[in-house]
């Protein structure tokens, strides 16, 4: 026998002769003794003797075993040796060792003085613990000794969870059994069952008694269980609750073991409840007569008063309000049919029959990409020395004109189809706003580059600086952009969505169908009866009858432009920036309406007029004034080219919005908040306006003065 042996035999037999004695030490320091025994005699500690974790002190033991585990038997035997003589000057270590491969302790137990505690050394070096000795407890002592450990126990309760996990709940319905995957967790006494572990939203729970059992039934193929097919049936004493459904329930596990897990944590769980509580026998209730109860109480407003200050729901009412809308449109529908019959096959038929005017024009559609092209060898050009800024900026100008000009010439001289020459003056108008942009930003960045010193020719080059970014790719790209205002970069996304893709397309689609049976069946009925010498009151009818048609074609149109297409556009270009409105049916004010109704053209005019404007030493009211009157011109461009007028109702409309916006911006300055502009808005701008421009244009189109 070693002398690492013959010391721990030794402190061993101290340990054992001392139990009981005033040596007095933690239960820390207990704890670790007891561990260092255990690797001494048997060794490392395996999953065989691991205790339940329901056993607190018996884990904990377990727990500071495993904590040693690696060390060796004579490592743990001289440190079991020295940790007793630390404690008690009564032993003495004869022998040390240094044995390299043993782990070091705790820092808790090396450096541990000795403690003044309760308690005593009895069955440290043994795992068998004896009774402590109460005889000499006054029983005053034992009963504030009872009721600390009390009040510890029940302190501890409360934290403890048992268990915890996802388990499908059975629950009986009309239609036979429902499985709800539900959240639960075991505490002392109750079983606690939440929506999911995310939302602890308390949807059940179950006190557990004395006298609730349990056991793991496999589900049928038929129960619905689906993957939670090991069922824990929980039978709860019959006074534990009212509820017939709780006296029995059915909760189901993925596996047998964690079944019977379960059923282990709801055991302990009821052994902590207590007994169930007696039931008492409810007390007859007491007759009343209802003839005297008071049903005046307090003061009350009524509910569409004024003084009402409870907030109320108006749903009922707003559903009736669809209702009626859909059954008076569906009147007007009927009546319309009727009347006029089925007009859209009519104008189907008359635009479908094009004329060689119509498809001169079409042709002249194939310009449009050579403008393209000539913007860009324009700007390529422009990097070489011999040619100079001012002749860069003359010829950017000829070709951003005749971009504009020589489509709005090819329909005035073929006089073709408003169908046919709207879409082209539309595009051009769309192509010229993009080429001056084009233009105009890689001017100040071609001027910018001038005026920088030379570049080192081995630094390494940019794709988007000037003039790296003057590309035919650059510039068919920024066409195909759903964007007015040109830039060397943009935000893009990184996939495209078929599916969502597809979705608004058949949106686009329909949105096309609905506009075009609006106008042949609505407004164009109304418009053939258009003569420039009707009275007053004729025009008022004619105007109230295309209000609300043209409202919708107005609407239709917004919905289809710019949410739909531009989307498509911004979809299949993986464009980022998909801000092309924003909340304009809530403006308050005209000018409001006008920056939020179409982003892209504000960006436009901002960029390229009021800003230059602004630079220029202009005033902003005047900037402003220019910014409104660019805009008036392009409106009435839009128009009058299509339409073949020389007309300005349209320009004149615009402009007859000053007066509006002058308006509007007085009572949202007199009274914040107030919805007055924005019924100024729908009425002067949906209601009235766009129907008389309608009228005016119609009268033109029929030969009226």
């Known amino acids: 026998m070693s002398a690492i042996e013959s010391d721990f035999k030794r402190a061993v037999e101290f340990v054992n002769e001392r139990a009981g004695s005033d040596l007095k030490i933690s239960d820390d320091a207990k704890m670790e003794i007891y561990a260092l025994y255990k690797q001494s005699t048997v060794g490392d500690a395996t999953s065989a003797t691991k205790p339940s974790r329901f056993n607190l002190l018996k884990r904990a033991m377990w727990d500071a075993w495993c904590a040693h585990k690696g060390t060796p038997k004579e490592s743990a035997m001289e440190e079991y040796s020295i940790l007793v003589a630390h404690f008690d000057a009564g032993f003495e270590v004869t022998a040390t060792s240094n044995v390299s491969s043993a782990p070091k302790r705790r820092p808790s137990m090396v450096s541990m003085p000795p403690i003044k505690s309760s308690g005593s050394m009895s069955g440290l070096a043994e795992e068998k613990k004896d009774e402590p000795e109460y005889e000499t407890y006054s029983k005053q002592s034992l009963i504030t000794e009872v009721e600390k450990l009390q009040a510890e126990v029940t302190k501890l309760k409360i934290f403890r969870e048992y268990k915890t996990g996802l388990l499908s709940r059975c629950r009986g319905t009309m239609t036979g059994e429902e499985w709800l995957v539900r959240y639960y967790v075991v505490k002392p006494g109750f079983l606690r069952c939440y929506k999911s572990y995310e939302e602890r939203i308390l949807r059940l729970e179950v006190p557990l008694y004395h006298g609730a059992s349990c056991r793991v039934e496999a589900a049928s193929a038929a129960s619905g269980a689906g993957k939670y097919g090991h069922i824990v049936v929980i039978d709860l004493p019959q006074s534990d609750s009212k509820r017939s459904d709780l006296s029995c329930l059915k909760l189901g596990a993925e596996s047998r073991e964690e079944a019977n897990e379960w059923c282990e944590a709801i055991l302990a769980a009821s052994e902590d409840g207590g007994p169930p509580p007696k039931v008492e026998k409810e007390k007859p209730k007491r007759k009343f007569d209802p003839s005297l109860r008071d049903f005046h109480k307090k003061h009350q407003a009524s509910f569409l008063s004024s003084d009402q200050t409870d ?92 971009s504009l000009l020589i489509p709005g010439y090819a329909c005035h001289y073929f006089q073709a189809n408003p169908a046919v020459c709207g879409p082209l003056v539309f595009g051009s108008t769309v192509l010229f706003l993009k080429l001056v942009s084009y233009a105009h930003t890689n001017t100040v960045l071609r001027e910018r580059w001038l005026s920088m010193p030379p570049r080192d020719s081995s630094a390494p080059k940019i794709s988007t600086s000037y003039p790296n970014n003057v590309t035919i790719f650059d510039i068919i790209r920024f066409v195909a952009f759903p964007t007015l205002c040109y830039q060397t970069s943009y935000p893009r996304t990184d996939k495209i969505r078929p599916k969502w893709l597809l979705k608004r397309s058949i949106e686009l689609l329909l949105t096309v169908v609905v506009q075009v049976v609006l106008f042949s069946q609505f407004m164009l009925p109304v418009l053939e009866e258009v003569n420039a010498s009707a009275d007053p009151i004729t025009i008022s009818k004619w105007v109230l009858d295309l209000s609300v048609p043209s409202l919708g074609c107005w609407l239709l149109m917004f919905y289809g432009l710019f949410h739909l297409w531009l989307n498509i556009l911004a979809e299949l270009t993986y464009f980022g920036d998909r801000q092309f409105y924003r909340a304009w049916w809530n403006a308050t004010r005209l000018d409001e309406y006008w920056r939020n109704w179409n982003m892209p053209v504000h960006a436009w005019l901002v960029r390229h007029c009021f800003m230059p404007c602004m630079n220029a030493g202009i005033s902003k009211g005047v900037a402003m004034f220019v910014v409104f009157f660019i805009s008036a011109v392009f409106h009435e461009w839009l128009v009058s080219v299509p339409c073949h007028t020389t007309k300005v109702w349209a320009f004149l409309g615009m402009l007859g919005q000053i007066p509006l916006i002058a308006l509007t911006n007085f009572v949202h300055r007199v009274n914040r908040g107030s919805q007055v502009g924005n019924f100024i808005f729908w009425l002067t701008f949906c209601i009235v306006g766009q129907p008389l421009c309608i009228l005016l244009y119609a009268m033109e189109l029929s030969g009226g003065k």
């Not at 029959?353 to 042709?363: K, R």
């Not at 011999?386 to 004109?401: G, K, Y």
Request: glycine share 4%; aromatic share 4%.
């Open 311 to 402: 907030r109320q729901s108006y749903r009922g009412a707003a559903n009736l309000i669809i209702i009626v809308l859909i059954v008076k449109n569906l009147q007007t529908i009927i009546a319309n049919l009727n009347t006029h019959g089925n007009l859209l096959a009519k104008l189907l038929e008359i635009n479908a029959s094009l004329e060689d005017e119509d498809y001169m024009v079409i042709a002249c559609g194939g310009l449009l990409p050579v403008f393209t092209l000539l913007a860009w060898a324009i700007e390529k050009s422009s990097t070489l020395p011999a040619i100079p800024s001012a002749i860069t900026r003359l010829l950017h100008t000829v070709n951003c004109s005749a």
